[in-house]
């Protein structure tokens, strides 16, 4: 029977304590577990996560690829089709411009540039304002009796 005076630890559930620069009888040897000579080894050594020892390091062995233009336009996208639903049951008031869009959830910012293609059909008369018109979109939106304005 085991009573609580006569519990043992489960077998190497207790483990001992690394007690390192207390000679060779500790079973951590004269260098103490940190190797013969180097930066690691001396007191106070520290380095960065990033340092690699005077190798070339990650960030500038890595090709760098390409020209990225700090000008580059990225223009939201609304197509003609998302713009027939929108329109679908309700007769648009006033021009469709960013905010309207923004406010159906057709594009992510009403700050942002966007423009708009001409992927799908467009069967009501709207007035639409954006940043860029795809030539097919123009002739879309002018064939069903819109105006576009481009700001």
């Not at 630890?9 to 483990?15: L, N, T, V």
């Not at 390192?20 to 103490?32: D, K, L």
């Not at 005077?54 to 020209?67: A, E, H, N, S, T």
């Not at 992510?108 to 979109?137: E, M, Q, T």
């Amino acid at each position: 029977m085991d009573l609580l005076s006569n519990l043992k630890y489960a077998e190497g559930s207790k483990k001992k304590r690394k007690r390192i620069g207390r000679g060779e009888g500790s079973g951590h040897g004269g260098y103490s577990t940190k190797g013969m000579n180097g930066q690691n080894q001396r007191s106070g050594a520290k380095h960065r996560a990033w340092f690699e020892g005077g190798q070339m390091p990650l960030q500038r062995r890595i090709p760098k690829v390409g020209f990225n233009s700090p000008f580059k336009v990225v223009y939201q996208v609304v197509n003609l089709s998302q713009l027939q639903k929108f329109v679908d049951g309700k007769k648009p008031e006033g021009t469709i411009d960013a905010k309207v869009l923004y406010k159906s959830g057709l594009i992510s910012s009403a700050l942002r540039p966007y423009k708009i293609l001409g992927d799908g059909d467009l069967k009501a008369k709207i007035n639409i304002v954006a940043h860029g018109f795809s030539k097919k979109a123009e002739e879309k939106i002018a064939a069903a009796g819109g105006t576009i304005t481009k700001i």
